[in-house]
């Protein structure tokens, strides 16, 4: 029995499990968007988590996490967004409750907490996370929230973020119901009528800025950036744009929805990760904003073929490098496993190995198209899932973030971070190149030779060296 062999997976996984282009002509669905199974590993974080991505970019806002000082480790340091301005952000503020706060109730503490922040920090608005300890308390943080917000003349917002409340995504449902309460507050006297929002954009390794120099370029105005490089003046007048476009979709959907019911404005599922993707994005909004604007269509195709003449000639020289080899790709959200498929395709690499934490039916059902015949498809894995496959498909480069990262360097395999944690654009045109720079480092480097798996491959090579 070989190591894959040796792993099982459990029973009531398997619903969660499927392979692309085998079985009955109409596969079932696969089982997902549900709460992890007991007994699985899951390699989702908590709810508050989940609320604390995609709200800690907003640079000018303080962000206090209610709760034990276990759960504030999750700070700036361990993440990639950059902010142009206010490093506010950076701080992991924390109420670090004790024994005895939980047994008396946390209130007083969240309340001086937030008076001597604000007095100290001056930020345009603060946040307030609700971790596990603060649900089981119940501690009214709505209340003091209101109050401080009445004595300091700043927006003080409570964060529904209980980290067993739920899923990652509903941590990021509470985000957005949390930010939704800026929205709709600012002038928007001034804004053209060519202007749009970016949604699910987190400014990871300045990839906003990148974004955002593509649409300047092209004439289209962004009123805001939610949350990357977010400024809460900006996200008070994010209801003035005409269309939004959400990159990260399991955790701006929601916010998108609420935009379009309240305030009429519709919005794109877009990626930024792929030259395809990227330039697809890019015509989507020329293609809106065409009646209004004739000539944007046209400078959307000369950024697009600028940019892409810059990579092409880089890029070919990893393709002959790269083709033929496989990869795995495990990460939070559907829309960015759909572009790296496509990534790699354009890199000449074939994915063996795809899920995501976050999600649907509709977009495993994509999944389950768009990769070649073979192709294992998970929703919600777990570690021993993961190394198992990686495993059985023999791959040789394994994407995904911070959890995944051991997985690969255990089994032998290149590694390339795709989450928060990186320090490296990997969105646009530019962070294409970056991309397959990185992926044909991990993936060729001699290191792998030197491991037990990859020994067994190579050995023949050795032994032929050996005889001539
Ligand atoms: S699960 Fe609960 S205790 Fe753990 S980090 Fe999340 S909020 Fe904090």
């Not at 929601?254 to 935009?259: P, Q, T």
């Not at 649907?360 to 198209?369: A, G, I, T």
Request: aromatic residues 8%; contains cysteine.
């Amino acid at each position: 029995m070989n190591a894959a062999q040796s792993i099982k997976i459990l029973p009531a996984r398997a619903a969660s499990i499927t392979v692309a282009g085998t079985g009955s002509a109409a596969p079932a669905p696969l089982a997902c968007d549900r709460n992890s199974l007991a007994g699985s590993v899951t390699q989702r974080a908590c709810a508050f988590c989940g609320s604390r991505v995609i709200l800690y970019p907003i640079a000018d806002a303080l962000h206090l996490v209610h709760g034990p000082i276990g759960c504030a480790a999750y700070t700036w340091d361990i993440r990639g967004a950059q902010s142009s301005g206010s490093q506010l952000f950076r701080n992991s503020f924390s109420t670090d409750l004790q024994e005895m706060d939980v047994i008396y109730g946390g209130e007083k503490k969240l309340g001086a907490a937030l008076r001597e922040l604000i007095a100290r920090h001056s930020p345009k608005a603060a946040f307030v996370y609700s971790t596990c300890i603060v649900g089981l308390i119940g501690d009214d943080v709505e209340a003091i929230c209101k109050e401080v917000s009445a004595a300091t003349g700043i927006p003080v917002i409570p964060v529904a973020s209980e980290g067993f409340k739920g899923t990652k995504k509903t941590g990021y449902r509470a985000a957005c119901d949390a930010v939704y309460r800026l929205i709709g507050t600012g002038d928007i006297g001034d804004l053209p009528p060519v202007s749009i929002n970016l949604l699910g954009d987190f400014n990871i390794a300045g990839e906003t800025w990148v974004i955002r120099d593509y649409f300047k370029r092209m004439g289209v105005h962004v009123v805001a950036t939610l949350t990357g490089d977010g400024r809460v003046d900006a996200i008070r007048r994010c209801h003035g744009a005409k269309l939004n476009l959400v990159q990260c979709s399991g955790s701006m959907t929601s916010l998108a929805k609420m935009l379009e019911k309240d305030h009429g404005i519709p919005f794109r599922r877009v990626s930024f990760f792929g030259i395809e993707d990227m330039s697809a994005a890019l015509y989507e909004v020329a293609a809106f904003f065409a009646p209004q604007d004739p000539g944007l269509p046209g400078r959307t195709q000369t950024v697009v073929r600028e940019e892409i003449e810059k990579l092409m000639p880089e890029l070919r020289r990893y393709r002959e490098k790269l083709a033929g080899k496989k990869a795995a790709i495990y990460v939070g959200g559907a829309f960015k496993a759909f572009s790296l498929v496509r990534a790699l395709r354009t890199l000449g690499m074939t994915t063996a190995l795809v899920g995501t934490q976050t999600g649907d039916k509709d977009d495993y059902e994509m999944l389950r198209q768009m990769c070649d015949p073979g192709t294992v498809i998970v929703d919600d894995s777990n570690p021993l899932e993961l190394a198992k496959f990686c495993l059985e498909k023999d791959v040789d480069l394994f994407i995904g973030g911070v959890k995944e990262r051991p997985i690969a360097y255990k089994l032998g395999i290149g590694f390339c971070d795709h989450n928060h944690e990186r320090k490296e654009a990997l969105a646009g045109y530019v962070g294409m190149l970056n991309f397959a720079r990185e992926v044909y480092a991990s993936v060729m480097s001699p290191v792998w030779q030197y491991t037990p798996r990859r020994a067994q491959r190579h050995a023949p090579r050795h032994h032929e060296e050996a005889a001539a």
